[in-house]
């Protein structure tokens, strides 16, 4: 899938400006911004729901079109009177998809409420079954908005192991999300959007090492002699962490960070934690949008 220059306007307000990314099949490609960054526009474009004003939008070498394009923006449109197995029943005679919805309610975990009416079902439920109604059509590219919305652990884990499981096969799955773990363990690529323009698109790896210095979290087994080797190493500044007087927070590049541990290992001192205060992704993220962490 190729993006060119796609431009898309409501009015006066541009929505996407000039947008240039590329999915290989069979990628998990992530979409990330803040809101009102045209993530949903660019996915609406995918699904055929919207045109764009001006650019080039090819899937599977052709213009973009719904033949083999299936999933969902701004949550999936269901039919509440009806349970799942009817909602799914209902979607496959009207596309004459001969898949069977006992099958792709299996596939997200919804087998056992699969007669149960769609009204009562919690919001990660519904995600679910709307996930499974795009599977329905079995796509060659799979467009999610939040797949993750609304859903506990064990429903997040079930998404993500029917993804990696359809891009492992060959689907390929473009999807949205402000969960920059789901992300960081789904994605191998990620296109980063900003007030309608492309900040970032790429590997994860490539953003994470040109984001630089990161702040991480240090717990020893002697917090004053790892002070004084923070101090004494080129590269790491310290800062104070008010909560808890026995964790350091550190900023550094990754090879000081390297350097810093062989010199607590020196001195003896054991390393107990040593973990991001925010993600790389996430660091990555805030930074190329102008966000700040905790707005």
Same mark, same amino acid.
């Given at each position: 899938?190729?993006?060119?220059? #796609?431009?898309?306007?409501?009015?006066?307000?541009?929505?996407?400006?000039?947008?240039?990314?590329?999915?290989?099949?069979?990628? #998990?490609?992530?979409?990330?911004?803040?809101?009102?960054?045209?993530?949903?526009?660019?996915l609406?474009?995918?699904?055929?729901?919207?045109?764009?004003?001006?650019?080039?939008? $090819? #899937? &599977?070498?052709?213009?973009?079109?719904?033949?083999?394009?299936?999933?969902?923006?701004?949550?999936?449109?269901?039919?509440?009177? =009806?349970?799942? +197995?009817?909602? =799914?029943?209902?979607?496959a $005679?009207?596309?004459?998809?001969?898949?069977?919805?006992?099958?792709?309610?299996?596939?997200?975990?919804?087998?056992?409420?699969?007669?149960?009416?769609?009204?009562?079902?919690?919001?990660?439920?519904?995600?679910?079954?709307?996930?499974?109604? $795009?599977?329905? @059509?079995?796509?060659?590219?799979?467009?999610?908005?939040?797949?993750?919305?609304?859903?506990?652990?064990?429903?997040?884990?079930?998404?993500h192991?029917?993804?990696? +499981?359809?891009?492992?096969?060959? @689907?390929?799955v473009?999807?949205?999300?402000?969960?920059?773990d789901?992300? !960081?363990?789904?994605?191998?690529?990620?296109? #980063?959007?900003?007030?309608?323009?492309?900040? &970032?698109?790429?590997?994860?790896?490539?953003?994470?090492?040109?984001?630089?210095?990161?702040?991480?979290?240090?717990? @020893?087994?002697?917090?004053?002699?790892?002070?004084?080797?923070?101090?004494?190493?080129?590269?790491?500044? =310290?800062?104070?962490?008010?909560?808890?007087?026995?964790?350091?927070?550190?900023?550094?590049?990754?090879?000081?960070?390297? !350097?810093?541990?062989? +010199?607590? $290992?020196?001195?003896?001192?054991?390393?107990?934690?040593?973990?991001?205060?925010?993600?790389?992704?996430?660091?990555?993220?805030? @930074?190329?949008?102008?966000?700040?962490?905790?707005?």
């Open positions: 899938m190729r993006a060119r220059g #796609i431009t898309k306007c409501f009015g006066d307000v541009v929505a996407l400006d000039g947008v240039d990314f590329d999915v290989a099949p069979g990628q #998990i490609h992530g979409l990330a911004g803040p809101n009102g960054a045209g993530k949903t526009t660019l609406g474009l995918l699904l055929s729901l919207a045109v764009a004003d001006e650019g080039e939008l $090819a #899937i &599977f070498g052709g213009p973009a079109g719904l033949a083999g394009v299936a999933g969902f923006v701004d949550g999936p449109g269901l039919y509440p009177s =009806l349970t799942a +197995r009817q909602n =799914l029943a209902a979607l $005679a009207l596309g004459g998809h001969p898949a069977d919805p006992g099958d792709v309610l299996e596939q997200v975990g919804l087998a056992d409420v699969a007669d149960d009416r769609v009204r009562g079902f919690s919001l990660g439920m519904r995600q679910r079954l709307g996930l499974a109604a $795009a599977l329905l @059509t079995e796509p060659r590219l799979l467009v999610l908005d939040e797949p993750a919305n609304g859903l506990d652990p064990a429903g997040n884990k079930h998404v192991d029917v993804l990696s +499981r359809l891009a492992a096969g060959g @689907t390929t473009v999807l949205s999300s402000h969960r920059m789901d992300l !960081e363990a789904l994605c191998t690529e990620v296109t #980063i959007l900003a007030t309608g323009r492309v900040v &970032f698109t790429g590997p994860l790896a490539k953003l994470s090492a040109e984001n630089g210095e990161l702040g991480y979290r240090l717990r @020893t087994s002697d917090p004053a002699t790892a002070r004084r080797v923070v101090a004494e190493t080129r590269g790491v500044r =310290l800062a104070e962490s008010p909560r808890d007087a026995e964790v350091l927070e550190v900023h550094a590049q990754v090879p000081a960070l390297d !350097e810093l541990v062989l +010199r607590l $290992a020196a001195e003896g001192v054991a390393v107990r934690e040593l973990a991001p205060v925010v993600s790389p992704l996430e660091a990555a993220f805030l @930074t190329l949008t102008g966000q700040e962490a905790g707005r």
